[in-house]
């Protein structure tokens, strides 16, 4: 099915903060696990030892959840994503709440630790 992207103009969808993409799979309600792709760069990548890893989730704070778990026996992981910024599906997450910010079908979480330089 089609994804369907809402204006990010104007007042917030329900279930989404200002600045959250509000793009969800056709038919898909607010809430509903949906699948997509963690990718891991710089030291986050080292430190969870793969690129990528796939999540079924409905928010931010359920897919890093399943992350958390997945690697429990990396602590650098656990530690770098306690520094990290995100992007879904290439918005920054910034200060939001995880548990607020909605992922979508098929879409992408971005784990960037803190990068020395500008």
């Known amino acids: 099915m089609a994804?369907?992207?809402?204006?990010?103009?104007?007042?917030?969808?329900a279930g989404t903060s200002a600045g959250t993409p509000a793009t969800r799979s056709a038919g898909t309600?607010?809430?509903t696990p949906v699948s997509g792709t963690v990718r891991y760069?710089?030291?986050a990548k080292a430190a969870a030892g793969v690129a990528e890893d796939s999540y079924r989730a409905a928010s931010l704070a359920e897919a890093?959840?399943?992350v958390r778990r997945r690697h429990a026996d990396r602590p650098r992981l656990l530690q770098v994503?306690?520094?990290s910024s995100f992007l879904v599906?290439?918005?920054?997450v910034g200060g939001r709440d995880h548990a607020a910010v909605a992922l979508?079908?098929?879409?992408t979480v971005e784990v960037l630790p803190p990068f020395a330089g500008g």
């Open 29 to 31: 309600p607010a809430g």
């Open 41 to 43: 760069w710089a030291a």
């Open 89 to 92: 599906d290439g918005s920054p």
């Open 3 to 13: 994804a369907t992207t809402e204006p990010s103009s104007g007042p917030a969808p």
């Open 81 to 83: 994503l306690g520094h």
């Open 64 to 66: 890093l959840a399943a």
């Open 104 to 107: 979508t079908e098929g879409g």
